[in-house]
């Protein structure tokens, strides 16, 4: 079973759908027995990191997440409050990675949204997913290139698209909208075993 965790602030039916294109079905869910006991588990997420944190600890959920031992993988969101710590709201995040999230200085337009390429992957998740391959992104804050990162982005700077440490895999673009090479990554993750 895997579970998509909904604490009020995710794509999950968007997330649902990608899941369900592949054949796989998932279930929504806040219940931390159901996200102890799923196979793998989604934490998705977007809006405003300070207020999903606060939704995640009137949940318990604060306690759950950091100590599954089932393949996790988060997204966009959900990725960046799997760090230590978030600028947006001077929010202190889950700990799972070590690293912080920092708000783009850029010229170019803030939020970086649209496709971008990755490079520099590397391990499961992006098996058969070549280098220069297009994701969708839309985001403000960024997590900085880090021993944790398993791939990178360029926006201006050159910023980390996804972290893997132990069971834990997070993307800052969203591949339940990136077609057919965010299909592949999720299959890659559904293929992962623990």
């Known amino acids: 079973m895997i579970a998509i965790i909904d604490y009020g602030a995710g794509n999950v039916k968007s997330v649902q759908n990608a899941f369900d294109r592949l054949g796989t079905g998932t279930i929504i869910t806040a219940d931390k027995e159901v996200i102890q006991s799923a196979d793998k588990v989604i934490f998705p ?14 949940k318990g959920l604060d306690q759950v997440i950091p100590n599954l031992q089932q393949p996790v993988l988060g997204i966009c969101l959900g990725m960046q409050l799997m760090c230590r710590f978030s600028e947006e709201g001077n929010t202190k995040g889950l700990g799972i990675f070590s690293d912080q999230v920092v708000r783009f200085q850029l010229e170019e337009r803030v939020p970086h949204m649209g496709w971008n390429a990755i490079e ?25 290139t880090s021993t944790s990162s ?9 910023f980390t698209s ?9 993307v800052q673009f969203h591949p339940e909208k990136s077609g057919e090479s965010g299909e592949r990554l999720l299959l890659n993750f559904l293929n992962i075993q623990p």
Do not use: C, R, W
């Open 120 to 144: 520099n992957q590397q391990g499961d998740l992006f098996e058969g997913i070549e280098t220069g391959t297009d994701f969708y992104f839309v985001h403000s804050y960024y997590v900085p």
């Open 162 to 170: 996804a972290l893997q440490q132990n069971n834990f895999y997070a």
């Open 150 to 158: 398993v791939a990178q982005t360029n926006y201006g700077i050159s």
């Open 45 to 58: 997420g977007v809006g405003h990191a300070y207020s999903a944190m606060k939704q995640i600890q009137e």
